[in-house]
């Protein structure tokens, strides 16, 4: 539901508050998909050229195995969503534990059911629902972390995440799947894949890749890690040490935690579909070194004031996620800056106007979530 609350405050936080370099860290995130994408994609159309190209490469997801910029979006949310967990959950337990439970279910219940709704739900076409998506994992994977955030230790945190990630390499490396063989990570043969085909409610779809589903039963275990790496981040930033201590200890956490994805997926391939564990060291390894980055920008040198835009973004993530399914943001850019893409071609060698479209639609976005900042609205689930 929408509600109101305090927006992100570029003063310093106190011990239980969230950061600001977090919510400008997910708004970063989430406009990576609600228009950059789209932008870098029609200029470097336009632009024709090799450089352009090759960071346009880096706005799709990889076909199978290795690893791109955009293959970084949904694990990053997830860090993000458990980075905040320290933080979220020391001020519910306030409330007693009783109340922090009921926290969880109802934000589990809520985001699973709007996924749902993404995906068509009310359409009541049951043959052709896709029950797995983006929300739903998010839904599932907050509920278990949250869970073992409000019952273990940190170092229990770390070993159960140790734990996750070597027990699925087991599970995939020794387990063959009936008529298959063990170790088998191709999209046809693995054994994710064919718990889905036979387990996972709902329709799979060719675009989540046909054999099973990348948001699937299997792959959720190790989206799990994915987020009490977020948690443990999270109570590391919430610990009494210094800020620059922070910072540095997040950033080495990165690059051993990049070196030893790297190093693992000699043998357990980094394939996001399947989110094996050497994809999660290595996407929590650019997470770590990302959120390391903007805390010692934002929260330790102070250096605020351009995090704002990214801020607003970051405050209404799961809206802008969800908004554009059913409000067309193009149709409403175009209806004011129609003129100006015409006018661009004219202005600007070759076809300019999808590159000023992208742009336009990008600005609505921002504006419509700006107007919601500034009336302090924001989906809470």
């Not at 570029?10 to 860290?25: E, K, N, T, V, Y």
């Not at 933080?87 to 709007?114: D, I, M, N, T």
């Not at 443990?232 to 070196?259: F, H, I, Q």
Request: hydrophobic share 55%; aromatic share 14%; net charge positive.
């Amino acid at each position: 539901m929408l509600d109101e609350q305090a927006p992100p405050t570029a003063r310093p936080a106190p011990a239980g508050d969230r950061l600001l370099s977090i919510d400008a860290l997910r708004g970063a995130d989430m406009l990576m998909i609600v228009g950059v994408d789209r932008l870098v994609r029609a200029w470097a159309e336009w632009s024709g050229s090799p450089r352009s190209a090759q960071l346009a490469s880096q706005f799709e997801h990889v076909e199978w195995e290795g690893f791109r910029f955009y293959d970084l979006i949904f694990p990053l949310f997830l860090f993000l969503v458990g980075a905040v967990l320290p933080f979220s959950l020391g001020k519910a337990s306030e409330r007693g534990r009783g109340a922090a439970y009921r926290r969880v279910g109802r934000r589990v219940v809520l985001l699973f059911a709007l996924g749902l709704l993404c995906n068509g739900v009310l359409r009541f076409d049951w043959d052709n629902l896709r029950v797995a998506g983006v929300l739903q994992r998010i839904a599932v994977c907050y509920g278990i972390a949250a869970v073992i955030v409000m019952n273990a230790p940190w170092r229990s945190q770390a070993a159960i995440t140790a734990a996750i990630l070597l027990g699925y390499w087991a599970l995939l490396a020794g387990v063959a799947p009936p008529g298959g063989s063990a170790g088998d990570y191709s999209r046809e043969g693995n054994l994710a894949g064919w718990i889905d085909r036979h387990y996972l409610p709902g329709k799979i779809l060719e675009p989540y890749y046909g054999f099973g589903d990348n948001e699937g039963l299997l792959s959720t275990i190790p989206a799990v890690a994915t987020v009490l790496l977020g948690a443990l981040a999270g109570s590391w930033l919430r610990s009494g040490r210094g800020p620059w201590e922070k910072a540095a200890g997040l950033a080495a956490a990165g690059a051993a935690a990049l070196l030893a994805g790297g190093v693992w997926g000699q043998w357990f391939p980094i394939i996001k579909n399947l989110w094996t564990s050497s994809f999660v060291l290595v996407a929590g390894g650019w997470s770590l070194l990302l959120l390391s980055a903007f805390y010692a920008v934002i929260d330790v040198l102070r250096w605020r004031r351009w995090a704002f835009p990214l801020a607003v973004v970051g405050a209404n993530a799961i809206t802008i996620y969800v908004v554009p399914r059913f409000l067309d943001f193009d149709t409403f850019a175009d209806f004011f800056l129609g003129g100006l893409y015409l006018l661009s071609d004219r202005w600007v060698a070759g076809d300019f106007s999808p590159v000023a479209a992208a742009a336009g639609a990008l600005l609505a976005k921002w504006l419509f979530l700006y107007y919601l900042y500034k009336r302090r609205l924001f989906l809470r689930v």
